[in-house]
């Protein structure tokens, strides 16, 4: 009898499901379901084999058509893996996030599953213990060297060590401790489970709040124990919206909600860190990109399993998968550190408010200086607003004054003005602080030659090579570059012709050496501190009062509380105004207010100065009237006339590669392709502002649409219109975009 060979078509009853990976791919892969016998649901964490690697993902859709591909070729589930499946709320978050920023699903899915193996069961770590010597002395001819002999002695007493620590207290490599072990003198044993953060306590120190705190505290206390709201907290720095906070935290936790606060800089943390601490009695867990990797995933598993119920951490954290979400903090929610442009361009504020949506849970944001976008979603209706008037111990905000530098220019050579010297002077004199404020890293911005006026650039950037002298480099702010501190002029090579144009950090600080030899100093720069560590121990030292006389670009201007600060001077505070972006306004009133608003919070009051050739500009009139609502007004109407956001929408489309014309056609091809619209406008292309970074050129359009467009359905119709983009060249696409260079 011939043998029946069973039909190649698909079986009525075979399934097939969908698997989201975390790769750069349009949409899910379609599997067949499986293994035989467990049932697939979404959200499920398979591992599925992709071209000859296997790959985890997460199971999308559970009845997926069938594919249009053979039979034969099709694949089935390898296993599901031993881990919950992750949440409904979390795949739809990962589903909007992609639409909304036009990204791929797959990309998102990278940023909640970022750590290999994280879902699966922990291994329990193993430490190791002295072992009794005369039980088991160790083999003939093994060698107690000088390195062994400190391992030994550390280990005295039958402690149980993890490797790495006893290394490092003995002061010796690894190896030893692994040499050691081999040679039987040690031997492994389980270590107990850490926890990864203890469990806060919303009782633990409860603070007394002011009559205003208390209103806007019962506010978020009730909207903290209903479903979807956003509503954002303003009031000067100093006025307590902190503490408010922390009583909607409190009622979270009391609810049994897990809580994420989001801060735009790491530097932030170890003093939100503190104060978490003595008001709930424990530390929140942090995640930013500085953790090692076993500390990613430890914290990522215990987020995922609900152990930690508190999360401090950079915008990366709103894609962790949390079990039981039920609150967002947006902290400074107007600082433009949440904004990422890469792979998928995302506003972490946004997203947030899209993630609570979703999840049907509050989101508040805090900000001294709200964006112009909350106020007006504010004004709309759609967000609630809470306000703190006054700062808590009643001290005034900094008066601010400027100094023309017109009028008042400093000597040549030099950058702080006679007025600011003198009033430096003055609080070094009483033995208070001054601080120096100029958003530029390095020593000066441009090196060139006096003698062919050759100037220093980056070979792959448009950007000049900015003077560190510390570090006695030259270096590219765009790609990082560095080159040695050059002693001739390349072009001409003469010896010694090179000059420093314009100050950065490092040179004000020289002359404040100069003018107060006795002040004690310190100069804050990210490129100056090797290590969060560091950080701490100088912003600790500010606080404690071990400096006279501080200089530091924006690392020092956000949240920081120095008690015995009483000059605040800004070296230049036109610095921001003059890229003339939509923001610059924004940004630069934002910018301004804060780090003056670092004076004066305790004790008497404090005082601002910025040196400015545009004393008449609105900004500089707005910050020395102290006439915030009156600023807000004037930038809020200025967008509304111009229908710029919040009042229109913007997409930014750059298009890069390494063939300028390539780019340049792609650019114009891409024009030429876009679908007329009403209520749409496509602007460019253009070179970019800054036309070239790593070699790559750019060139920029801007498409502008009315508030009622479906801007995201636009573009997607155009692309799909357009064709595909050649070889050689990327096109990226930025909903909402805050940088124009
Ligand atoms: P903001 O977040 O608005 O800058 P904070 O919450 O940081 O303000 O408060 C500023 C300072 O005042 C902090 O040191 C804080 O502990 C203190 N503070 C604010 N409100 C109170 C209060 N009701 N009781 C005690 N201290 C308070
Ligand atoms: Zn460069």
Redesign the pocket.
Known sequence: MPEIKPPVSVAATERFVSVLLPLAVDGAYTYLAGPPGVDLKRGDLVQVPLGTRDYTGVVWETDSDAPQIARAKMRQIGERLDAPPLGGELLDFIGAVADYNMAQAGMVLRMVLPVEEAFRPAKPRKGVRLVDGSKNPPPEGFRITAARKRVLAVAEGGLLWGKADLAQTAGVGIGVVDGLLAGGLFELVDLPAETIAASPDPGHHK????AA?EKAAAVLREKAGGGYSTTLID?V???????VYFEAIAAALEGNRQVLVLLPEIALTTQFLE?FEDRFGARPAEWHSDLTPARRRDIWRSVFTGETRVIVGARSALFLAFSELGLIIVDEEHDSAFKQVDRVSYHARDMAILRGYLGKFPVIL?S?TPSVETRVNVTRGKYGSVH?PAR??GQPFPDIRLIDLRENPPERGHWIAPPLVAAMTDVLAEGRQSLLFLNRRGYAPLTLCRKCGHRFVCPDCSSWLVAHRFRRQLQCHQCGLTIPEPRQCPECKTEDSLVACGPGVERIMEEVRARFPVARTVTLSSDLVRSPAEMREKFAGIAAGEFDIIVGTQLIAKGH?FPSLKLVGVIDADLGLGHGDLRASERTFQLLHQVVGRAGREQEPGVGFLQTHMSDHPVMQALAAGDAEGFYAREISGREIAKMPPFGRLASLLVTGRERHRVEDQAKRLAAAAPSQEGVRVLGPAEAPIAMVRGNHRFRLLVKADRAVDLQGYLRGWFDKSGSIRAGVRLSVDIDPQSFL
Not at 207 to 210: K, P, T
Not at 237 to 243: R, V
């Open positions: 603070v007394q709040l002011l705190q009031g720095t100093g006025s307590g919206k902190t503490e104060r805090a001294a703190l808590f111990g509380h």
